[in-house]
């Protein structure tokens, strides 16, 4: 008779187990993550070669290679984020201009927006420019977020696509940023909404079901709240709270931008 060995997390300890899963949900979450950076190192490495190859346009050669550069060091940072919520690393917090690290995330997604004509608004009232946070966490947030947005998008027809991204300071006492990416794309019911945050949970046909919960995850370890919810005519506004920096610069306009 051939026997077989009980599954490796059935046979330890309750505590190995756990952390078990640790490992797996923190490998998944870093394959999830660095999707993206390292796309975008093929890409413009690709781009340097063909430069190279034809021995002409040594500027376009030196940008393509810069961007890999940069390409590369965000999957580095991406990793460690990832690390720091799994308890492993601590990443400092700072006052982090949100305004910034929007146009960042949204010169991430430019070709994707051209592509699918997207209009990208940005409101940011006075006030909510800055917020506690760590950088590249704060802007792996705003990537899940915009990137869901952009997703959605895509596959609309028949009418204008657009997101509009807002921040204001919140009601309460605690001074908080509320940040809303709203889009008209395809959207969900309340049900697919409602469980959105769980790992795995995808409508996606190529997802992993990771990015929103480690949005949930991010806010959680700022001490920030995240919901979704879904648009009464088209898509869907996904928003988050962060604390707002301590030493905020009293800015007395409001900020407003539009890409696409």
């Known amino acids: 008779m051939t026997t077989h060995p009980p599954p490796l997390a059935a046979s330890l300890e309750p505590e190995r187990q756990a952390r078990l899963a640790t490992i797996g949900q923190l490998a998944a979450s870093i394959a999830h993550e660095v999707d993206q950076p390292l796309a975008a190192i093929v890409l413009h490495a690709h781009a340097a070669l063909r430069c190279i190859e034809r021995a002409q346009a040594p500027a376009q050669a030196h940008a393509a290679l810069c961007a890999v550069l940069e390409a590369s060091q965000r999957a580095s940072a991406i990793v460690k984020s990832v690390r720091a919520l799994a308890g492993q690393v601590r990443l400092e917090r700072t006052a982090c201009r949100l305004d910034a690290a929007i146009d960042d995330v949204l010169a991430e997604y430019a070709a994707d927006v051209r592509r699918h004509a997207i209009a990208c608004r940005v409101t940011v009232a006075p006030g909510a420019r800055t917020v506690a946070a760590s950088p590249v966490q704060l802007r792996q947030l705003l990537r ?3 990137g869901n947005a952009v997703d959605a998008l895509s596959p609309v027809r028949g ?3 657009s997101i509009a ?3 204001r300071v919140g009601a309460g006492a605690g001074g908080e940023i509320v940040v809303t990416v709203r889009d008209n794309g395809t959207g969900m019911d309340a ?9 795995l949970a995808t409508t996606k046909p190529h997802g992993m079901g990771l990015g929103l919960a480690i949005c949930r995850a991010i806010v959680d370890a700022h001490g920030g709240r995240l919901w979704l919810d879904a648009n009464p005519d088209h898509g869907a506004t996904a928003g988050f709270a962060l604390p707002r920096a301590a030493h905020a610069h009293p800015f007395t306009a409001s900020v ?4 696409g």
């Not at 407003?256 to 890409?259: G, T």
């Open 256 to 259: 407003e931008a539009v890409h």
């Open 144 to 146: 899940n977020l915009i």
């Open 191 to 199: 049900a697919t909404a409602a469980d959105a945050f769980d790992p």
């Open 165 to 167: 991204i807002r921040a």
């Open 159 to 161: 009418r204008s696509r």
